[in-house]
């Protein structure tokens, strides 16, 4: 399954630690936004991560991507589209 993970999180500490895990599991693509590879069974771990970390306003928001709407990202700019390696995700 693909996703991209969007993240707003108010305290640095917690941002840092957030980031630092997704950057374990996917591409940062934007300074809160990640894409990523997984299975359902790894999401479920991975979420569990992270909403021990996030706290009070902050939101985290997982949307996933089918394989034609994957095939279809653009981006414009510096960088151009990522490609989305096979992560090996030990959560």
């Known amino acids: ?5 969007l993240f707003d999180i108010c305290e640095p500490k917690r ?5 630092k895990l997704l950057n374990s599991h ?3 693509v934007q300074n809160s ?3 990523v590879k997984t299975t359902r069974k790894k999401l479920i ?6 909403n021990k970390i996030i706290a ?11 394989h034609k ?6 981006a414009d700019g510096l960088g151009g589209i990522m ?3 096979d992560y090996v995700s030990i959560v």
């Open 69 to 74: 709407d994957l095939k279809a990202r653009k």
């Open 83 to 85: 490609n989305i390696p």
């Open 45 to 50: 771990g991975l979420k569990r991560l992270i």
């Open 26 to 28: 996917g591409i940062r």
């Open 56 to 66: 009070g306003q902050d939101r985290v928001h997982y949307y996933q991507l089918c």
């Open 33 to 35: 936004v990640f894409e």
């Open 15 to 19: 941002l840092r630690t957030v980031a």
């Open 1 to 5: 399954m693909y996703l991209v993970i």
